[in-house]
């Protein structure tokens, strides 16, 4: 049997110990403590016999797809990880329980031979054999691909979405967790820290659907289209009683009258979901209310699914910038903390704004607007073709073969745009256009986000990047020709979908889905 590699660590650094005056280092420390554990953990090590691994695919077919990963973990430890010669050990009945509560993590799915994997833990512990191991191994690699990993990338990508995904070796990822195993709980480094905010709303939704839900049919009474403060209505009762289920309301009077409390309730859950706060119950207002509880909790797992998607680094990133294009909002991070939010307007249906990542390098301010090619030969020219005068009225100018807007108020971009460069040719800017930012549905544009608060980001850019002034600032946006600021630290921009978004004490807000990729997302997942 081959010398497990951490025996051979331990014995250099002894060596060095011996050998060496020289002071340990906290890194080197910490190494000779995992060789120390690993030594003790391998006095009761069991070799393997691998030539019984093709007999358990043949009877386990469903579990084949993981052959490739258990043949590596094998060839990396030649011997039982799971069992000692007590039988398993305690860290795989914790890889049980959570394989046995997968809706926990907004799986929906059981595990192939699940009754099989059952039985091995309900029996109690027993001598080691190659079937029972395998399994075990089985039941984690099925547990790190749906709850870790999620969907492959191609299959998400048909989704839409482009951000890049990790690629984790989950082999030695096993490593990790073999020696910290309350990580596979708790590793805030492996996924999205969003997943966990999530995880905790899709509780408190479970637990609502258990106590019954709320009611889905609320509807005025015949004739009423609407309800004002004072009013009284048994329809005012149901909507009373939906939001404090929800949490939005701290007593259910059963009142029949539209008090100050419920309308106090009502405008904090418009607030919490971004929509214009009204002074009535609405027919819109009573659409919302009647989403079943149950179309809550596959919103939430949905979402939870695309946690898995976004790269694990956004949660060490000391600054960034996203775009959530359901909430149409764009945050800016930095040190974890929030430096600015700023509405935005997003691609409409037939430009849907892309999802992916870049890293912003530079500000154009008094930009050129460098008219897209499809929006020249599809608008403009047409325009052009009616009206001689249409550029000089727009203040546009031939290019070459292209048409551009030249810098000014009436610019389509604005005062400034933010550049990341990508070969979907999408970039954040400013716009003249202000009132689509007072609406609650902003798909308006042709694909890149427009930005409110456009000033106020640059200056904070600006600012912490070079030290400039709210006046630099203004002076650079009114220039009569563009000029670029060049920044010396890249910001990472993230665009991105999220139609369910949570705190971290698992308060859920839930957003339209602009773009409809909820229940062709859930169809993957479910089924």
Not at 109 to 123: G, T, W
Not at 312 to 341: C, G, H, Q
């Amino acid at each position: 049997m081959k010398r497990p590699l951490l025996l051979t660590l331990f014995t250099v650094i002894t060596l060095l110990a011996v050998f060496s005056c020289k002071k340990k280092t906290e890194e080197e420390k910490e190494i000779e403590e995992i060789a120390r554990a690993d030594v003790h953990e391998h006095d009761n090590i069991i070799p393997i016999d691998t030539t019984k691994f093709d007999a358990f695919f043949q009877k386990y077919p469903d579990f084949k797809k993981f052959e490739g990963e258990i043949k590596k973990l094998y060839r990396k430890h030649d011997h039982y990880i799971w069992h000692d010669d007590k039988g398993l050990i305690e860290f795989a009945d914790v890889l049980h329980h959570l394989s046995s509560n997968l809706e926990e993590e907004g799986v929906k799915k059981n595990m192939p031979y699940k009754d099989s994997v059952d039985q091995l833990f309900f029996a109690g512990n027993s001598k080691p054999d190659t079937e029972s191991e395998l399994l075990v191994s089985s039941m984690y690699f099925y547990y790190a691909k749906n709850v870790l990993q999620g969907l492959d990338p191609s299959e998400s990508e048909a989704t839409g979405w482009y951000l890049p995904r990790d690629r984790v070796d989950y082999v030695s990822y096993l490593d990790t967790l073999m020696r910290k195993p309350e990580l596979i709980k708790k590793d805030r480094d492996e996924v999205f820290t969003q997943y966990y905010n999530l995880r905790k709303g899709l509780e408190k939704y479970r637990t609502i659907e258990k106590n019954g839900g709320w009611n889905t049919k609320i509807a005025f009474e015949e004739g009423v289209k609407s309800i004002k403060p004072g009013d009284s209505s048994v329809t005012v009762t149901e909507v009373r009683k939906r939001v404090f289920t929800e949490g939005y309301l701290k007593n259910d009077s059963g009142s029949k009258v539209f008090d100050d409390e419920l309308l106090t309730a009502i405008n904090r859950y418009e607030k919490v979901h971004y929509r214009n706060q009204s002074k009535a119950i609405t027919k819109d207002i009573l659409a919302e209310l009647n989403v079943p509880v149950e179309e809550r909790i596959k919103t939430i797992t949905v979402n939870m699914e695309r946690c898995r998607w976004v790269p694990s680094s956004i949660n060490n990133e000391k600054e960034y910038i996203a775009v959530n294009i359901p909430s149409y909002r764009l945050y800016y991070f930095r040190d974890k903390d929030t430096v600015l939010i700023s509405n935005v307007v997003v691609g409409k249906a037939l430009h849907k704004t892309v999802i992916f990542s870049g890293e912003m390098s530079y500000l154009a301010f008094s930009p050129y607007w460098n008219v897209p090619t499809s929006i020249l030969r599809n608008e403009i020219e047409p325009a052009i073709a009616k009206n001689p005068d249409y550029l000089a009225q727009h203040n546009m100018e031939w290019n070459g073969k292209s048409v551009r807007q030249k810098p000014g108020k009436n610019n389509s971009l604005g005062l400034v745009k933010f550049m990341f460069p990508n070969s979907n040719n999408i970039y954040l800017h400013d716009t003249p256009a202000k009132s689509l930012f007072s609406r609650e549905d902003r798909a308006f544009s042709h694909g890149c986000v427009r930005v409110q608060k456009a000033r106020e980001l640059a200056i904070a850019i600006t600012s912490k990047d070079g030290g400039w002034t709210e006046k630099q600032v203004d002076a650079a946006m009114h220039k009569s020709s563009e000029n670029i600021y060049r920044l010396k630290e890249k910001i990472p921009v993230f665009l991105t979908y999220f139609t369910a978004w949570a705190d971290k004490n698992g308060n859920v807000v839930f957003f339209d889905d602009v773009y409809k990729r909820d229940d062709r997302l859930a169809d993957m997942l479910y089924m």
